[in-house]
């Protein structure tokens, strides 16, 4: 049996006004791949992100999570994934444990699993020693973490991450590859970045979007080699419009 495609961008158009921010996009990311969408700032990777997760609607084309249209049947969608924004939701007043009981209750967790699943992301996302101070007085690197709790709650099969690691400090960093890759081994990823460092510790395959199109499919060593090194790789992918 073939593996199932758990990602899937179909001709993704999106237009803001005259401006095309996505052009065209169109991958399919099979089940247990952990894929980097690398590209630099402005090339539409939020974006591209929204509109998989179903919180922006396409001007053309369609997204699927595990199969499901994103745009039609989206609570379906959702339960099968888990999205950490570029600059989450968290409320300052609320502690880590009352925000993730509000979103496991939020999705429809029985009581019982929700017990079951706090301490879990509570112990994989190492967010115990914090659990009861109010957000708004964690680090960046505890709030990341928080947010990350709150993208696994439910266990997705599927988990979009935009820009995980920005803003942290490198052992912070470290921490949330460790976890991206331990994520990695039971879930299909899809994870932005514009850190070319990155890539390669967590990712088996990189996309490389420029000017809303994406310009490279495949191997970070591939791209690594058709240009020298991933910076050059970089360099040489953004020198010129598409
Ligand atoms: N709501 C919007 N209205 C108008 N333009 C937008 C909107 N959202 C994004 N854009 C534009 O679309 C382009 C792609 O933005 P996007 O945030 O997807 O890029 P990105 O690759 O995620 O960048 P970064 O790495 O800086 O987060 C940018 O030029 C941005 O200004």
Redesign the pocket.
Known sequence: MSTPVMIEADGLC?Q??S?L??RDVSFSIPKGQVVAFL????????????LLTGF?APTHGEARIAGIDVQTDRLAAAERLGYLP?NGPLYPDMTPLGLLRFFGSARGLSAARLRGRLDAVVDQCALAAVAHKPIGKLSKGYRQRVSMAQAILHDPEVLIL??PT?GLDPNQIRGVRALIRELGKTKTVLV?T?ILQEVEPIAGRVLF?HD?KIVFDGAPAELAKRNGSLEDAFYKLTAQPV
Do not use: C, L, Q, Y
């Not at 630099?40 to 929204?50: H, L, Q, V």
């Open positions: 999106k803001f006004g401006f921010a996505v590209g630099p700032n402005g090339a539409g990777k939020t974006t591209t992100m929204r922006t570029e935009d820009e920005s932005s514009h979007i809303g």
